[in-house]
Structure formats: structure tokens, C-alpha cells
């Protein structure tokens, strides 16, 4: 059983709803276990994320929805469901996440939401192309072009750490390149979880004794547990 509803009251304050969806349009990164909540049943999913829906107040005029895979594989009924939710009750801000294969078809969420500043989120897991490609199975490369169309079109990503195979060196240079290229960056902790990559507790160790103080810094959302944002489907 898991919890689909919650409010986060430190730091950047809003409502968080996790979301059922349809399969993720790519499906394939290899520390991923959050595509076991995909459904191909369109009621089900729909009857889920009502329910889910029906919690959220407005209280903060922030509301982050998050889902297995991107927004696009969330349904029209849903869509609408969250639409209807973010005009009753007066949100401002609205956060969505996607996959970095539909970087190009933003505006198609953006209009839905006239009025309302819509942050989006991208799995970026890491600067290092090999590690991003080899490791964790998410095929794309960077260069300049493409960094600085992410930069314009994403508020913030989100960046894996403390794999193994990780150095200290390419987790130093990810909150670096991450600070200098986005607007808000996300760091998560990887937590085993039954998938092939694996967590380096060394590294860990090494990272909380140096970077504990981001949990301070604005730009940064650091999870040290990946269930720290108070949803999970398990």
C-alpha cells in the first residue's frame, strides 16, 4: 500500500500527488522500479487519481505532480481532473516531470495551465554521458546546444548519486554543472531497490559528511531518502 497524497512544509512549501499513468514512454532506466505502478487499465488509473485529486487544497498555491514516466503518459481524463483542480483552488505553480524525449512538446502542457507558472522537472540523473548511457540505461549525450535548450525550457533536474561506479569526482562536477545550468537542482540519495544498480555506502558516507549543508541552500532539494517527499507506491 502506498501514499499518494502529502505536504511538504520545510522547504518549498506545497501539496505533492503521485500519480497513476500509463506505461513510461521509455521505460528502460535501469534504477527505475517506479514503472511498476503503470497500468494499461484507463479507468483504474483515472479512478486512483481522483481519489488522489480529491486531498488537494490549495493551501500553498503549489501543488507538484509527480507520476511513473512523464506527464504525457498521464490520461486526458486526468489531465482535465488536475486542470479543474488548479483553477478551483487557486494554484499558482504547478510542477510537472518529464522524460527527456519530449523536451521539444512543452507548450502543450504550459497552455493547458493559462495563468500559472508551470515548472517542469527532468531525470538528468548525471552530467557524465557514459555513466548516464552505460550505467543507468538513459540514452541521450549532451553538448552545448542541448544543455542550454534545458536550461531554457526546465526549472530544475533531477541528479542520482551515490551509485557504484560513481567517483567523488563526477558527483562534485554534477552539483556544480547542475547549480550553473539550472534554476533548481534535485539531489536523490539512490536507495536499493531491487534493480540492478546498486548504492555505494562509502560514498554516501563521504557525501553527507561534505554536502549535508545543501539541505540549507534554496536552489537545492536534497533526498537522502527517496521516500523523503512523503510519496511511494511500494
Do not use: A
Amino acid at each position: 500500500m502506498g501514499i499518494r497524497y502529502n505536504k511538504i512544509q520545510d522547504k518549498h512549501r506545497r501539496e505533492i500527488v503521485l500519480l497513476k499513468s500509463f506505461p513510461c514512454g521509455y521505460g528502460r532506466c535501469s534504477f527505475c522500479n517506479y514503472i511498476e505502478d503503470n497500468s494499461l487499465d484507463e479507468k483504474e488509473i483515472d479512478r486512483v487519481n481522483e481519489e488522489t485529486i480529491k486531498n488537494i487544497t490549495g493551501e500553498y498555491g503549489v501543488l507538484e505532480v509527480i507520476n511513473s514516466g512523464s506527464v504525457f503518459e498521464l490520461t486526458k481524463n486526468t489531465m482535465e481532473m488536475i486542470q479543474r483542480v488548479v483553477h478551483e483552488k487557486n494554484i499558482k505553480i504547478i510542477y510537472f516531470e518529464i522524460y527527456y524525449g519530449y523536451i521539444k512538446r512543452l507548450d502543450e502542457i504550459r497552455k493547458l495551465f493559462p495563468g500559472v507558472e508551470v515548472r517542469i522537472r527532468m531525470g538528468l540523473e548525471t552530467f557524465n554521458d557514459d555513466f548516464r548511457i552505460n550505467c543507468y540505461n538513459k540514452n541521450f549525450r549532451l553538448n552545448e546546444k542541448t544543455l542550454k535548450l534545458l536550461s531554457e525550457e526546465l526549472y530544475s533536474v533531477c541528479l542520482l548519486l551515490c551509485t557504484r561506479g560513481q567517483t567523488r569526482e563526477m558527483i562534485d562536477r554534477d552539483i556544480e554543472l547542475g547549480l550553473k545550468y539550472f534554476k533548481n537542482i534535485t539531489l536523490n540519495i539512490f536507495i536499493d531497490n531491487g534493480t540492478i544498480v546498486k548504492r555505494d555506502n562509502d560514498l554516501v558516507k563521504w557525501f553527507v559528511g561534505k554536502y549535508s549543508y545543501l539541505q540549507e541552500e534554496d536552489r537545492v532539494e536534497l533526498l537522502i531518502d527517496n521516500k523523503d517527499l512523503g510519496v511511494f507506491e511500494q
